[in-house]
């Protein structure tokens, strides 16, 4: 079975402040994680994702295969960061080629400016 | 281009009532897929379609809940006499398929379903 877990349903951060929201997951296999997004009143939408290793909006994430996380951070928070972050996990599902999302319960950002 | 598309954005429903949700993919996309956003308990999968028929139909939660898929396009997914647990948000997306890798699914704005 595969599970994600983002143990903060809240975390709040100063504007300018370090930000690392934790995601943690279960998998037997080779996972694609991903981090998506949703700001107020807009779609749910992709932020990154792990095999392209990219910066977007300032953040990163790096797959830890041994401590199995996947951790969002970003070095200066700004306040239009402030939205609902969810990690995401792809894996076969019952059906061949399913590739379903697994999502963790996601994290509410909040920037103080 | 049209991104994914559902209806309605707000539907309101008494105990036992059945209704009926609507999404309409990005063009092209052969893959289809149905969540359930409910509060405190985040994204939860329904369904996912590829094409018109349903390799993964693991999370429906009960037999009240059945989905289609016609034309490989328009999906529906219905629940029929439905309870105040059924409320929640019910999102759709869509992907390019593919047998091996990333396929970045895209999420439609949701339907905010109220069981009264």
């Known amino acids: 079975a595969q599970r994600v877990t983002q143990p903060e349903k809240l975390l709040s951060v100063f504007k300018g402040a370090p930000v690392e929201l934790k995601c943690n997951y279960s998998?037997?296999?080779?996972?694609?994680l991903f981090w998506y997004v949703q700001y107020s009143r807009q779609r749910l939408q992709l932020l990154l994702r792990?095999?392209s290793r990219e910066s977007i909006k300032g953040f990163t994430a790096d797959l830890n295969k041994g401590e199995t996380s996947f951790h969002l951070k970003k070095p200066f928070a700004q306040e239009e960061d402030s939205a609902m972050y969810y990690c995401?996990?792809?894996?076969?599902?019952?059906?061949?080629?399913?590739?379903?999302?697994?999502f963790g319960k996601g994290t509410k950002l909040s920037v103080i400016p | 281009g049209a991104g994914v598309s559902q209806s309605p954005s707000n539907k309101v429903t008494e105990k036992g009532k059945d209704v009926e949700l609507r999404c309409d993919p990005i063009?092209?996309?052969?893959?289809l897929y149905w969540y359930r956003q409910s509060l405190g308990q985040g994204l939860e999968f329904l369904i996912y379609?590829?094409?018109?028929?349903?390799?993964?139909k693991s999370g429906l939660p009960s037999d009240r809940f059945s989905a289609e898929r016609t034309g490989g396009s328009v999906s529906t997914l219905t629940i029929q006499r439905t309870q105040q647990e059924d409320s929640a948000v019910y999102l759709c997306?869509?992907?390019?398929?593919?047998?091996?890798?990333?396929?970045?699914?895209?999420f439609g704005p949701g339907t905010r379903l109220t069981v009264l």
């Open positions: 997306a869509s992907s390019l398929s593919r047998d091996r890798g990333f396929n970045e699914q895209f």
């Open positions: 998998y037997s296999g080779s996972p694609e």
């Open positions: 792990h095999i």
């Open positions: 995401a996990l792809s894996g076969r599902g019952s059906g061949a080629g399913s590739y379903q999302l697994t």
């Open positions: 063009s092209g996309h052969t893959a």
């Open positions: 379609f590829q094409g018109n028929s349903a390799p993964d």
